[in-house]
């Protein structure tokens, strides 16, 4: 899992707004772009995020644990 701390620190590369820690994964609900956690690793690449739909949108929404950015 991600450090508190470390959680606070990151930002989406594509535009630098805080992301929201859902399971296994950060997202930024500005862009509806999920960034996937390897070995508790953020792999934070714009070529490498998942776009999402609607529904994956407000499941994470509802799942997720906002980032408190410095």
């Known amino acids: 899992m991600i450090d508190d ?3 606070s620190i990151l930002v ?3 535009d ?14 500005r862009l509806r772009r999920a960034y ?3 070995d508790g690793i953020p792999v934070l690449l714009v070529d490498e ?5 609607d ?5 994470l929404i509802a799942r997720g ?3 408190d950015p410095q």
Not at 49 to 53: M, R
């Open 65 to 67: 644990t906002p980032a």
């Open 16 to 29: 630098r707004g805080p992301l929201t820690l859902v399971d296994q994964q950060l997202y930024n609900p």
């Open 36 to 38: 996937r956690i390897e």
């Open 12 to 14: 989406c590369p594509a």
């Open 49 to 53: 995020a998942i776009e999402v739909d």
């Open 5 to 7: 701390n470390l959680l």
């Open 55 to 59: 529904d994956e949108h407000a499941r």
